[in-house]
């Protein structure tokens, strides 16, 4: 059980292009997700919070203009990278857990490469 | 800053031998936790220890953790060419649901 999906698994996209990924809790209903980013060779950044239904709470230094999440129900959330850059490219992870659990379950990650 | 720092950042070994990883965090904790990454992939959750926990066992891992000293080492006995990945560990500090990574062991199990 506690399985999470992303979707896609691999985007090549346009510089100046806007890309959603999304974030699937199969068999739980996720009260909160969350959203991380890994550059090659270096650990997991939290990007932001987002619980079902309200605005997610973003990191210090994350644009939330510039990658915006959506939590509308409670087995999806989507975040989309607005108007790409290559400096955007990178490994996108989301994580999901229910009220209480203390567990997150990681999803298996989207690799963004723009050109 | 809660995150983790993991030492050292880079371990080669040869198959067979122990893997030692240690990880140390700067602020209170709920929980620790174990995770391995191969290249290219998701994360995989190996083990979580609670704050009033100072050693948990799980098949070929061992964790401590010392709230005193803020560390907590991730032992591999009998490593094997499959242990080859990227380990971190990551806290959650009480009344907060977000974990915090830390930067990462990269381990090469040498065959």
């Known amino acids: 059980g506690a399985v999470v999906s992303q979707h896609p698994s691999w985007v090549i996209c346009k510089s100046g292009t806007s890309v959603k990924i999304e974030c699937r809790s199969l068999?739980?209903?996720?009260?909160?997700m969350f959203w991380y980013r890994q550059f090659p060779k270096q650990s997991l950044m939290l990007m932001a919070t987002?619980?079902?239904?309200?605005?997610?709470?973003?990191e210090q230094g994350v644009e939330k203009d510039k990658f915006l999440i959506n939590h509308a129900s409670l087995t999806l959330s989507t975040l989309t990278v607005t108007s790409a850059h290559p400096e955007d490219s990178s490994f996108y992870i989301c994580?999901?857990?229910?009220?209480?659990?203390?567990?997150?379950?990681f999803g298996p990650g989207t690799r963004l490469l723009v050109l | 800053s809660q995150q983790g720092e993991e030492d050292p950042q880079a371990l080669s070994i040869q198959e067979g031998e122990n893997a030692t990883m240690n990880c140390s965090y700067k602020?209170?904790?709920?929980?620790l936790q174990w995770y391995r990454q191969n290249s290219g992939r998701g994360l995989v959750h190996l083990i979580l220890i609670r704050s009033n926990e100072r050693e948990k066992h799980s098949g070929r891992l061992r964790v401590t953790l010392d709230t005193s000293k803020k560390s907590s080492s991730l032992l591999i006995t009998a490593s094997r060419a499959a242990d080859t990945a990227s380990y971190f560990c990551a806290t959650d500090a009480p009344g907060d649901d977000k974990i915090i990574f830390g930067k990462g062991t990269r381990l090469h199990i040498l065959p």
């Open positions: 994580s999901a857990e229910w009220a209480g659990a203390g567990t997150q379950y």
């Open positions: 987002s619980n079902e239904g309200s605005k997610a709470t973003y």
């Open positions: 068999d739980f209903q996720a009260t909160t």
């Open positions: 602020t209170s904790i709920n929980n």
